[in-house]
C-alpha cells in the first residue's frame, strides 16, 4: 500500500530534506485532500509538534474528519494521543515517548494496541529520537522485538535519505521485515516505482514524501 504524506509546519503543507531543510509547500489541506483522494490512508505529521515549536492541531483535526489518517507528531502524553482518536485519526503514531517505558504503557492502554504506530528513525545505524535531533545507542532492529508486545505497526524511516529523493535502503527494510510479523511501513528516500515494487513483495507499505509531490 502507498500512503501519501502531509507534513504540516508553521500552518502549512511542507516538505523537508533531512528534516530540516524546507524544500517545497503544498496546496492547501482542501487541495490535498483532493490530490490523494484516490489512496485509502494518509499520513499527516505536525513537524511543529515533534520539535516543540507549537502545533498545527487544527489542520490535523481538519484532515482528520475527512479522511482515514495516521497522525503523529509531538505525541508526549495519553491524553494527547486518545484526542487525536477522538478528532478522528485511525492510528496514532508515537516515536520519543515510546522510549519512555511507563508513557508507552499509558497510551497502549489509552488508545489500543492496535491503534498505535511506533516510529522508528534511523541515521547512520541508529536510531534517532526528539525530532531527529538525539541519537540513541539502538538499531532499528533491536528495538523493534522490544516494541512488539506494545503496538500495532512500526513507521520505519531511513533518515540518511529522508527528501532527497537517492532511493532507499531496500535491504535495511528487509532485515526489518524479518524482526517481525506486524505492520511495516517504510519512509526516507523512497524514490522509484521499482522500490514501491519491492517493498510491496516483502510486505512493506511505503509512504511517500517528496517523491509523490
Known sequence: MIIPCIDL????????VQGREKALEGGSPDEMLARFAAFREIQ??????????GANDGIVEYLARRAVIRAGGGVRSAGRARQLVEQGASKVIVGT?????PLLGEIRDAI???RLIIALDSKAGRVVVKGWRE??????EEMIRQFEPHCGGFLC????????????????????????????????G???LEEIGELGRIGVH???GMAIY
Open 9 to 16: 509546519m508553521g500552518g502549512k503543507v511542507v516538505q523537508l
Open 157 to 188: 524511516t531511513y533518515v540518511d535519505k529522508e527528501g532527497m529523493l537517492e532511493g532507499t535502503d531496500l535491504n535495511w527494510f528487509r532485515r526489518l521485515r524479518a524482526a517481525t510479523t506486524l505492520e511495516i511501513t517504510a519512509a526516507g
Open 97 to 101: 515517548a515510546a522510549f519512555n517505558a
Open 112 to 114: 489500543g494496541k492496535e
Open 206 to 208: 511505503a509512504a511517500l
Open 44 to 53: 499527516v505529521i505536525d513537524l511543529d509538534a515533534a520539535i516543540g515549536g
Open 190 to 192: 523512497i524514490t522509484t
Open 135 to 140: 541519537a540513541t545507542g539502538f538499531t532499528a
